[in-house]
């Protein structure tokens, strides 16, 4: 019995080493695997395995996070906020940035979920209540999140690191970028279509401000710019589409990733007094100091920039690319502003970059206001409408110098460059005024605009023209074509601005023309009806609707290049008793 039951044990003994066996290996496969985990992944399987089991305990021989201490505890955030329909709602302000700061958002579970936030801390510390930091890079993180020594001798930080201005970078990228560049070197996409060239924000020079000749403009003067735009410029004002805490953002950003050297003193503004009210005396000295201070060798005789200066060739911007003097006449071209105070702060701070200097050291208060009037006292002021009513004369002044067209009534007309990248392009003509007369036979129609130079074509410039569109029927126009280099007038038609025009075989329209300080005077003439179908016919229309392209060759403009005016009308002053007499019938 004995020998058999010490089999027996034998048996037992062999059967349970295998089952150990069989258990341990697997044990030992999943224990290598596991090692295998770093200690996130590890974490977040002990949680699942926790969760299967219905306990969120995790064993206490958990391996630990790379780096984190014997014994200490993860800290968890906690904010008085809670998710409503998947938003995070907190229960006031302070917690509301309580969440911001540890950049707290609800998960799919509709819990709050916070990850990053909390103190700032760079390896710095404070002696004698100055920041002394371990090494360079401490040094550059602790000037990049502001820290300094507080009143207790502790490190505090306010700023946010390289990625605290997200909002203001988002910003300049989807608004600004397409002309001032990714990188803010003015070489956007669309900075080839632009007039000026659009700002280098990595010079660090700006033109518009209310401070000294270089030295940086403030927030509120780049605010100014931003929000109201540049008048005759391709700077659009962006008010209605960005708020002002958006502006305030990408200022920072452009402050910062562009031009920071320039910001790194604040540029101080001087303060703008009240003006001396006009008077003749104030007008004279302004007029004279303008001749004196030779603000006509660029601006021109009648400030209507076409001096002379203003065309030789080295009359370019810093970055060398060629400008051309404001206009002065024109108060919608003055991109500094057009009211008194904006004229003599130009005069006062000069404009960076350009040939405009300064002349606060070189004439008085009184003085720089005195041409500050004197601008302003010949500034155009535009008669906008959408009709234009002719004028009835026993015989047509065909005569650009006639003293009758000084007593004819006028309309003036903006005039605006095609749209491309979604914006319009600046042309150097953007006014233009019309007058008319007719007699019982003729009709005759000026156009009168300002132009810095004259242009009669060469090989480097196309010549200045006009066209003067007349629809005569669905999809027919009657167009009227002048040309500066042969002074000549041709009379086409179209099915259309952008299909090629085709020549008719008698013109019946005549032309004279004259170009003096930079203002250019057109008159044509023609009968009223030339019989020719193709031709608009005066005789049997009330409301006659035109539109005008104007060329500047100067500016490379010709085909659909060009400056346009909206559709306007033509008007005779007795149209109404003229239409009388055409309407009534015999027996009537």
Known sequence: MKPQSNKSVYIILIAFLFLLLFISLPVYGLDMTVNKLNGNTLKQGMIILAQADGSAKEDEGDEKEEGEEEGEEEEEIEV?????????ECADEDAESEAEEYEC????????????????????????????????????????????????????CEGGGEEENILGKELFEAYCSRCHGIEG??????????????????????????TPSGEPPTDDDLKRTILGGLSGTSMFGWKSKLS??????????????????????????????????????????????????????????????????GWQPNF????????????????????????????????????????MPSFADAYSDELRWGVAHYIKSLHVIRKLGSKIRLSKADKIPFSTKDKFWDGVDHLD????????????????????R??????????????????????????????????????????????????ASDNSITEYNASGQGIKLIRQKNTDVEIVSDYSDGVYRLVFKRPLNTGDKNDINFE????????VIAYDGKNMEKGERGARSGVKYIVYKDAKKRAGKRDKRPGQ
């Open 540 to 547: 049997t229309n009330e409301l006659v609707p035109f539109s």
């Open 316 to 355: 370019k911007d810093d970055w060398g690319y060629k400008i051309w003097p404001t206009n002065l006449n024109h108060p919608w071209e003055m991109r500094n502003g057009s009211h008194l105070e904006d004229i003599y702060r130009s005069i006062t701070t000069a404009l960076d970059g350009t040939p």
């Open 185 to 210: 070197d003015g070489k956007g996409e669309a900075s080839n279509f632009t007039y000026p060239r659009p700002r280098d924000f990595t010079s660090g020079m700006f033109k518009f401000r209310t």
């Open 244 to 309: 002002e805490s958006d502006v305030e953002a990408i200022i920072d950003y452009i402050k910062t990733e562009f031009s920071e050297e320039a910001f790194e003193f604040e540029g101080e503004p001087f303060e703008i007094g009240d003006p001396p009210p006009v008077s003749e005396e104030i007008l004279k000295s302004g007029k004279d100091l303008f001749t004196k201070a030779k603000c006509w060798e660029c601006h021109g005789k009648y400030a209507r920039g076409n001096g002379e200066k």
């Open 80 to 88: 008085d906020c809670k998710c409503v329909d998947g938003e995070l």
């Open 434 to 483: 019309i007058r008319g007369v007719y007699t019982k036979s003729e009709v005759a129609i000026m156009l009168e605009w300002m132009d810095k130079k004259p242009d009669k074509s060469d090989a480097a410039f196309p010549p200045d023209a006009i066209r003067l569109q007349f629809p005569v029927r669905r999809g027919i126009l009657n167009i009227w074509f002048w040309k």
């Open 413 to 432: 007309m903006k005039m605006e460059g095609k749209k491309v990248f979604g914006m319009t392009l600046i042309s150097a003509i953007t006014n233009m």
């Open 105 to 156: 958002e609800c998960d799919e579970d509709g819990e709050v979920a916070c990850e990053g936030g909390g103190e700032l801390e760079v390896d710095c510390k404070c002696v004698d209540g100055e920041l002394e930091c371990a090494d360079e890079d401490a040094e550059s993180e602790a000037e990049e999140y502001e820290c300094e020594c507080d009143e207790d001798g502790e490190v505090a």
